[in-house]
């Protein structure tokens, strides 16, 4: 399986050194959001990683590839819902008003990518994983940014000022 960019929560006791965003990898994108003077980029294709590691372990349970019908198991998937900025900062401003100050003030440029589908028959076929199954982006980009937002709060707690948190 290779997926694509992988945002959403950071797991329960996942650490990260004081002020160090790098250690977030992909999840730290998705901070661009609460950042007015960040540069926003354009749509990419992502995935929640929860749905990640559940594609992983039903990998490993998968029916063999010498199996019939089953072939080869190489799979290129990502999340249903494209990553429209104006859709997430619609959910933001909505769903975290706490936050309407901090949200990006640069638009993206829009996408140039064509859109990719993938083949829903194929994954269900090889994982069992249906449609339904893929976590919404609204779940997503509210945990993942919640997870940011505690983070910071952390720091803050450890002695740092505001001035002083990463700017994603």
Same mark, same amino acid.
């Given at each position: 399986?290779? *997926? *694509?960019?992988?945002?959403?929560?950071?797991?329960?006791?996942?650490? =990260?050194?004081?002020?160090?965003?790098?250690?977030?990898?992909?999840?730290?994108?998705? !901070?661009?959001?609460?950042? #007015? $003077?960040?540069?926003?980029?354009? @749509?990419?294709?992502?995935?929640? =990683? %929860?749905?990640?590691?559940?594609?992983?372990?039903?990998?490993?349970?998968? #029916?063999?590839?010498? @199996?019939? !019908?089953? !072939?080869? /198991? +190489?799979?290129?998937?990502?999340?249903?819902?494209?990553?429209?900025?104006?859709?997430?900062?619609?959910?933001?401003?909505?769903? %975290? #008003?706490?936050?309407?100050?901090?949200?990006?003030?640069? +638009?993206?440029?829009?996408?140039?990518?064509?859109?990719?589908?993938?083949?829903?028959?194929?994954?269900?076929?090889?994982? !069992?994983?249906?449609?339904?199954?893929?976590?919404?982006?609204?779940?997503?980009?509210?945990?993942? =940014?919640?997870?940011?937002?505690?983070? $910071?709060? /952390?720091?803050?707690?450890?002695?740092?000022?505001? $001035?002083?948190? #990463?700017?994603?």
């Amino acid at each position: 399986m290779n *997926p *694509p960019y992988l945002y959403g929560p950071l797991a329960k006791h996942f650490t =990260v050194d004081h002020l160090n965003i790098s250690q977030l990898s992909t999840a730290s994108y998705l !901070g661009k959001f609460i950042n #007015p $003077e960040a540069t926003a980029y354009p @749509e990419t294709l992502w995935l929640d =990683v %929860r749905d990640a590691a559940k594609a992983h372990v039903l990998a490993l349970h998968s #029916p063999l590839q010498s @199996e019939p !019908g089953v !072939g080869r /198991k +190489r799979l290129l998937f990502a999340a249903l819902e494209d990553l429209n900025f104006e859709t997430a900062l619609d959910i933001l401003a909505t769903e %975290r #008003p706490a936050l309407k100050d901090r949200l990006i003030q640069h +638009r993206p440029v829009p996408a140039t990518q064509a859109n990719i589908t993938f083949d829903q028959d194929r994954i269900q076929a090889v994982l !069992g994983m249906k449609s339904s199954d893929f976590t919404p982006l609204k779940k997503t980009l509210l945990d993942n =940014v919640d997870a940011l937002v505690s983070l $910071e709060k /952390k720091w803050i707690s450890e002695g740092a000022k505001a $001035e002083d948190l #990463p700017k994603y």
